[in-house]
């Protein structure tokens, strides 16, 4: 394994954002995750729910947040604590709910520590991230250009 193993790059019309994946807190959803970027699952999709100081989700493919790949992944909750850049997976109320869909966050969201499973922080282009345009849903959506895998 490289050190290039967990690291993706999330590509935004304003540049490219570098993500850490986190398998010692999230494996089953990091290999998931990997598995949708290979599949080039990602490319194209818009932000469909964005909250101004709070996140950024994407991930579904009717763009209205009920789609997903099919394929339900079981929670993986940790002590590792929502701060500005983390990346969570989306889900329903139901915890095992989790598909395709995630979240990045702008800031501190305590209220979903232990709720929402942590696979991934974004190291690098935060600032790409925070100008997604705002809304549920934008007017305008940003969409994600490409997401690949650094290896």
Not at 6 to 34: C, E, F, N
Not at 54 to 83: H, I, N, R, W, Y
Not at 88 to 113: C, K, V, W, Y
Request: proline content about 6%.
């Amino acid at each position: 394994m490289t050190e290039d193993d967990d690291i993706a790059y999330l590509d935004l019309k304003s540049g490219r954002v570098t993500i850490r994946l986190r398998p010692d807190l999230a494996p089953k959803h990091v290999a998931r995750i990997k598995e949708l970027i290979g599949e080039g699952f990602y490319d194209g999709l818009t932000f469909h729910r964005v909250i101004e100081g709070f996140m950024a989700q994407t991930g579904c493919p009717e763009g209205t947040g009920m789609g997903g790949s099919g394929k339900k992944l079981k929670a993986e909750f940790t002590d590792e604590p929502f701060v500005r850049g983390t990346c969570g997976m989306a889900r329903a109320r139901n915890p095992d709910s989790g598909d395709s869909q995630f979240f990045i966050t702008f800031g501190e969201t305590p209220h979903l520590d232990g709720e929402y499973t942590v696979w991934g922080e974004v190291v690098d282009g935060m600032d790409h991230v925070d100008a997604i345009e705002i809304g549920e849903p934008p007017e305008e959506p940003d969409t994600i250009i490409k997401f690949s895998l650094a290896s």
